[in-house]
């Protein structure tokens, strides 16, 4: 069967306005057109928030629109709405609404981190690993050279641009940088943190552990039946 092609249409409009909606355009789109974000860190769990979420657009459909960009490789890549695009499958939908925007990696990246953010219940693991994707972008994106070299928690990251993030985020510099100390965890103590079964604080001097050391920990840990 011939794949459906995806209509796009863009609102008239003049002036500069024009302009923007060339880059804003909304359209219905074919599931299959979709894919998720390339190393996309938020975590799209079958729990009693998703059933909600399921029977809602079972009742009325989509509502909010998902961001999505043009992938090179073919179709569209996923910067907001993994969630609604999973709800939407489990629903028996084929098409939803979209947004196409045209932005590079860094640009993708950072729009894509700052969208899932404003989630309510944000993963320790999740904030982790945006931390360090936007970061990264930040710095990519401003021309900025890796020169701080944080003492205490072993960071290299561009400063100007940890301060910056630190000011959008409403934190500290220091307290993203722990965050994203988390990235150097194994999967399974960083499952353990998200789950609650270790605190973040000792989830931050654990990082430090080699990964054959954090193994250990992990053996000992389940020997004793007891966690930090």
Not at 196 to 216: C, D, G, T
């Amino acid at each position: 069967m011939a794949k459906a092609k995806t209509s796009i249409t863009t609102e008239n409009r003049s002036g500069s306005a024009a302009d923007a909606a060339a880059k804003e355009q909304r359209t219905e789109m074919p599931l299959s057109d979709l894919h998720p974000f390339e190393g996309h860190p938020f975590k799209v769990l079958d729990d009693e928030l998703m059933e909600q979420t399921v029977e809602s657009i079972k009742q009325i459909g989509v509502v909010s629109p998902l961001i999505v960009r043009p992938d090179p490789e073919g179709g569209f890549e996923i910067l907001s709405g993994h969630r609604r695009l999973h709800a939407a499958q489990l629903a028996g939908l084929e098409t939803v609404p979209v947004i196409v925007k045209e932005m590079d990696d860094d640009a993708a990246i950072i729009f894509m981190v700052d969208s899932n953010l404003q989630r309510e219940n944000i993963l320790p693991s999740e904030r982790a690993f945006s931390y360090k994707m936007k970061l990264e972008a930040m710095k990519h994106q401003a021309g900025r050279p890796s020169k701080e070299n944080d003492s205490q928690l072993g960071n290299n990251f561009g400063k100007l641009s940890s301060e910056e993030m630190a000011e959008e985020l409403g934190t500290s510099k220091n307290q993203i940088f722990r965050y994203i100390r988390l990235t150097n965890l194994i999967p399974e103590i960083l499952d353990m943190v998200d789950e609650k079964k270790i605190a973040f604080n000792p989830a931050v001097e654990l990082s430090y552990l080699k990964p054959s050391e954090q193994k250990e920990f992990l053996e000992a840990m389940d020997y004793a039946q007891a966690s930090p």
